[in-house]
């Protein structure tokens, strides 16, 4: 049983590091701190949560350049895999 939860908490480590990572790479492509990202993260997902059963683990958010005319614009883009409609 240890040898599982050992496993496990790497996983669970090598999915935080991988989260952080992705939090650095959206805040240097959008000029937004990482804080308001996490912030705009928790409450997305609250609001979905709702509404429809989420696989958090699987969950991706990221700010994209989109291009307009007029330069490019920061976008916020949701990957939020659905288990089931409540």
Do not use: Q, W
């Not at 650095?24 to 928790?42: A, N, W, Y």
Request: hydrophobic residues 35%; charged residues 35%.
């Amino acid at each position: 049983m240890e040898l599982f939860k050992r496993i496990t908490s790497k996983n669970g480590s090598k999915k935080t590091a991988k989260d952080r990572l992705k939090l650095i790479l959206i805040h240097d492509r959008g000029d937004i701190p990482t804080e308001v990202i996490e912030k705009i993260r928790c409450e997305v997902l609250e609001v979905i949560s709702k509404y429809v059963d989420i696989d958090n683990e699987d969950v991706e958010i990221a700010i994209s350049r989109s291009s307009e005319e007029s330069g490019a614009t920061p976008a916020l883009i949701a990957n939020i895999p659905i288990k089931n409609i409540k």
